[in-house]
T-cell receptor
């Protein structure tokens, strides 16, 4: 069984500050891990994904995440927040045994607010 | 590339009527499509997995007779909410996987906002 826990349903940072969104996963098999962003009334956009290559994954819009197996974590970071980063962020896990886009299990989501 | 569309983007219907939502992969072929439901301020919950040419696989607790899913071609899946009630009001999102070689990624549609009066 797989699950994802996002610590903090709401994170608020100042513009220019570090963004850190936390994600811990549980998986009985090697996982694929994803971060998605959702703007109001829109679908999900993939920020980045971990698929067993490099543990430090760089994504779009300056975001990156590091896969730490020992900590079962996949935290999302960005060095300097922009106002346009304000959105809902979802961490998701999929079992690596599926190699064509398997079932995704989503975390609860973290709403990021960016203060001027 | 890898664009998924949904139609309609929003719909309002009366209680007891049926509503059909379309999900299309515009520039790729998708053997598998997924349907999610998202309530306000909540995460996405997978409703069902739809494979082209076969019956959908529903998640536990999802009524297959109420949420009819058809995946008749490699570019189109439909979700029909039958005899809709106010509690079915939600944001429905589909996703599709690309069978041309991209692995481990789903491409999401923009969602459909359903309001049942």
């Amino acid at each position: 069984a797989q699950s994802v826990t996002q610590l903090g349903s709401h994170v608020s940072v100042s513009e220019g500050a570090l963004v850190l969104l936390r994600c811990n996963y549980s998986s009985s098999v090697p996982p694929y891990l994803f971060w998605y962003v959702q703007y109001p009334n829109q679908g999900l956009q993939l920020l980045l994904k971990y698929t067993s290559a490099a543990t430090l994954v760089k994504g779009i819009n300056g975001f990156e995440a590091e896969f730490k197996k020992s900590e079962t974590s996949f935290h999302l970071t960005k060095p300097s927040a922009h106002m346009s980063d304000a959105a809902e962020y979802f961490c998701a896990v999929s079992p690596m045994i599926y190699n064509q886009g398997g079932k995704l299990i989503f975390g609860q989501g973290t709403e990021l607010s960016v203060k001027p | 590339g890898a664009v998924v569309s949904q139609h309609p983007s929003w719909v309002i219907c009366k209680s007891g009527t049926s509503v059909k939502i379309e999900c299309r992969s515009l520039d790729f072929q998708a053997t598998t499509m997924f349907w999610y439901r998202q309530f306000p301020k909540q995460s996405l919950m997978l409703m069902a997995t739809s494979n082209e040419g076969s019956k959908a696989t529903y998640e536990q607790g999802v009524e297959k007779d109420k949420f009819l899913i058809n995946h008749a071609s490699l570019t189109l899946s439909t979700l029909t909410v039958t005899s809709a009630h106010p509690e079915d009001s939600s944001f429905y999102i589909c996703s599709a996987t690309d069978t041309s070689g991209r692995k481990s990624e789903q491409f999401f549609g923009p969602g459909t906002r359903l309001t049942v009066l």
